[in-house]
T-cell receptor, first 114, second 114 residues
Framework: EDQVTQSPEALRLQEGESSSLNCSYT??????LFWYRQDPGKGPEFLFT???AGEEKEKERLKATLTKKESFLHITAPKPEDSATYLC???????????????FGQGTILTVHP | EAQVTQNPRYLITVTGKKLTVTCSQN?????MSWYRQDPGLGLRQIYY???????DKGDVPEGYKVSRKEKRNFPLILESPSPNQTSLYFC?????????????FGAGTRLSVL
């Protein structure tokens, strides 16, 4: 069974204080690992996809990295507008029908204070 | 504008009264999914569809039905809703083309079953 565990559950930062969110996963074979951002009352918004260990993706103050067991979302010099819930999800490489299946972690609630 | 549209956004109903939540996408995506999001449990997949007339169960399918008669629409049906189906529901769509399968989410439907 695919499993995704995110830590910490909640993270409070001061503006400009860099940190990292963790996503540990167990999957039979990884097709892709996804990071999403979710604002209160809204649907998840896609940030990154990572496909293989060693891969990195960057977007503004965010950088996602991937190893064979976990992914990190690094936030450099965060601003209050980065406050949101960050979700990690994995897609297993388990045959054609598995393309539609995503397993999500419970998310990390990030709060950035000015 | 590319989007996934869910209706209604908010719904209050009573136990046993059949309801349908509609989902439509305008991106010509093959895959569509339904998720529910509950505090402490995260996003869990209910059903997904790989294409017209092709559906499969996700992690929590009990009490739900789906149909995919057209590529753009994927309604979620609760034949006899119960209070434990009170939740925030999201529809998503994606396409596996070019090796990418990024799921794009709707804005959500908040359902309360009394």
């Amino acid at each position: 069974e695919d499993q995704v565990t995110q830590s910490p559950e909640a993270l409070r930062l001061q503006e400009g204080e860099s940190s990292s969110l963790n996503c540990s996963y167990t999957v039979s074979g990884l097709r892709g690992l996804f990071w999403y951002r979710q604002d209160p009352g809204k649907g998840p918004e896609f940030l990154f996809t990572l496909y293989s260990a060693g891969e990195e993706k960057e977007k503004e103050r965010l950088k996602a990295t991937l190893t064979k067991k976990e992914s990190f979302l690094h936030i450099t010099a965060p601003k209050p507008e980065d406050s949101a819930t960050y979700l990690c999800a994995v897609q297993a490489d388990a045959g054609g029908t598995s393309y539609g299946k995503l397993t999500f972690g419970q998310g990390t609630i990030l709060t950035v204070h000015p | 504008e590319a989007q996934v549209t869910q209706n209604p956004r908010y719904l209050i109903t009573v136990t046993g009264k059949k309801l349908t939540v509609t989902c439509s996408q305008n991106m010509n995506h093959e895959y569509m999914s339904w998720y529910r999001q509950d505090p402490g449990l995260g996003l869990r997949q209910i059903y997904y569809s790989m294409n017209v007339e092709v559906t499969d169960k996700g992690d929590v399918p009990e009490g739900y039905k789906v149909s995919r008669k057209e590529k753009r629409n994927f309604p979620l049906i609760l034949e006899s809703p119960s209070p434990n189906q009170t939740s925030l529901y999201f529809c998503a769509s994606s396409s596996p083309g070019q090796g990418r399968n990024i799921q794009y989410f709707g804005a959500g439907t908040r359902l309360s079953v009394l």
